[in-house]
C-alpha cells in the first residue's frame, strides 16, 4: 500500500461537511469517486478528511451546533464512505505479521480503528479488530489466542488511559507475548504530547497511516527502561534503602 500522501482541494473538506450533514448520499460518494480520479489517494483521504471530518461532527454535535438527526445522516454516511475508499485500497502482499487493535468507546475512535485495521490489512497485516469497550482481561485472552505482532490502542478516551497503562504494565509483567510490540496511535496520544511514552508503548503514531509506516520501520522498537512502569514501585523502594543506607554510612 503506498503512504504518500496527495494535497486535498483546500475546499474539499467543508463541502464534504455539507454533504454529510444532509445526508446527500450520491453527492458524498460522487465527490470521493471525482477526488480519486484526480489523484487523491484512498489512504490519505481516510486518514485525512474521513476521520477528521467524524471528529469535527461529534464536536459540532456536542457544541449544539447541529442536531441529532444532522449527527446521525453524517455519522452513518461518514461510515459508508469510509468502506468505499477502504474497497479501493492497494493492497500489499502478506508480510507475515498480525496485528490487533483496539479503540476508544465512542464513534469517532471507532471509526479511526477501523480506518488503522483497514490499513494495515492493506499492508499485508493479518488484522483482527476488537472495537472499543473492550475490558483487558479479554484483550489479554485475544492477546494469548491470536498472538500479535503488534498490539494497538487507537484513540483511546482519557478516562481509558489509565486502564491501558494497566494493560501494558501487566504485559511486561507477565511476558506472555515477549516478542509482541504496543503502540498507542491519534486522539488523547496525539494531544497529550508524550503520553505514549509515559505509560510505557513501545511505538507511538499521530494517526492511522503513520502507525502503518512507524510500524513497518521499527518492528525492534522496545520502550526504554525509565519508561517502563512495571516494577518502578519496587525501583523506587530499593533506591530510596540504598540512599538511607548511604546516610547512614556516611554518619
Known amino acids: 500500500m503506498s503512504l504518500s500522501r496527495s494535497i486535498l482541494d483546500s475546499k474539499m473538506p467543508q463541502k464534504y461537511l455539507d454533504l454529510l450533514l444532509v445526508g446527500d448520499r450520491s453527492a458524498a460518494k460522487a465527490m470521493i469517486e471525482a477526488a480519486i480520479t484526480t489523484g487523491s489517494e484512498p489512504a490519505m ?5 474521513v476521520w477528521p471530518t467524524m471528529e469535527l461532527i461529534q464536536a459540532l454535535y456536542k457544541e449544539d451546533r447541529i442536531t441529532q438527526m444532522q449527527l446521525n445522516l453524517a455519522t452513518r454516511l461518514n461510515r459508508q464512505i469510509t468502506d468505499q475508499l477502504a474497497a479501493k485500497l492497494e493492497m500489499s502482499e502478506p508480510n507475515g505479521r498480525k496485528v490487533l487493535i483496539f479503540c476508544g468507546d465512542a464513534e469517532p475512535e471507532e471509526l479511526g480503528g477501523q480506518i488503522a485495521a483497514d ?56 511476558n506472555s507475548c515477549p516478542n509482541m510490540q504496543t503502540m498507542c496511535c491519534g486522539g488523547i496520544y496525539k494531544r ?11 511505538l507511538y503514531a499521530p494517526d492511522a497511516a503513520t502507525a502503518v509506516e512507524i510500524a513497518g520501520n521499527h518492528q525492534q522498537r522496545r520502550a526504554a527502561f525509565d519508561q517502563q512502569t512495571v516494577g518502578r514501585s519496587r525501583r523506587s523502594k530499593k533506591a530510596a534503602i540504598r540512599r538511607s543506607v548511604d546516610v547512614a554510612e556516611a554518619a
Open 45 to 49: 483521504m481516510l486518514n485525512d478528511l
Open 119 to 174: 490499513m494495515f490489512e492493506a499492508a499485508g497485516y493479518t488484522v483482527r479488530f476488537g472495537g472499543g469497550g473492550v475490558a483487558n482481561d479479554e484483550i489479554l485472552k485475544m492477546v494469548g489466542d491470536f498472538r500479535p505482532d503488534l498490539l494497538v490502542m487507537f484513540a483511546t478516551l482519557p478516562s481509558g488511559v489509565p486502564g491501558v497503562r494497566k494493560l501494558i504494565d501487566y504485559l511486561r509483567e507477565v
Open 192 to 202: 497529550a504530547e508524550g503520553l505514549a511514552e509515559e505509560i510505557g508503548a513501545d
